[in-house]
């Protein structure tokens, strides 16, 4: 997840390299539907989707 900090010294850079700026948001959750400040277009689970997506991924990797 990006803060606002992130996206805006982001959108300095590409802005000083002539590409469009990079907007937050809202998006509803692929999975659960909640509303949640998206990154982008690729950013399509809320952090507490992602999270529990990253524990049964741990899981599944490590045969617990």
């Known amino acids: 997840m990006t ?3 992130e996206l805006s010294e982001t959108n300095a850079l590409r802005l000083s390299s002539g590409l469009p700026l ?3 948001k809202k998006r ?3 999975k ?3 509303k949640f ?3 982008g277009c ?3 689970l809320c952090a507490s989707c992602t999270k529990d997506n ?3 991924e741990a ?3 490590t045969g617990g």
């Open 3 to 5: 803060t606002k900090r």
């Open 22 to 24: 990079l907007v937050a």
């Open 28 to 30: 509803a959750c692929l």
């Open 32 to 34: 659960c539907g909640v």
């Open 37 to 39: 400040e998206s990154d």
């Open 42 to 44: 690729h950013h399509r």
């Open 54 to 56: 990253q524990a049964v």
């Open 59 to 61: 899981a599944f990797i």
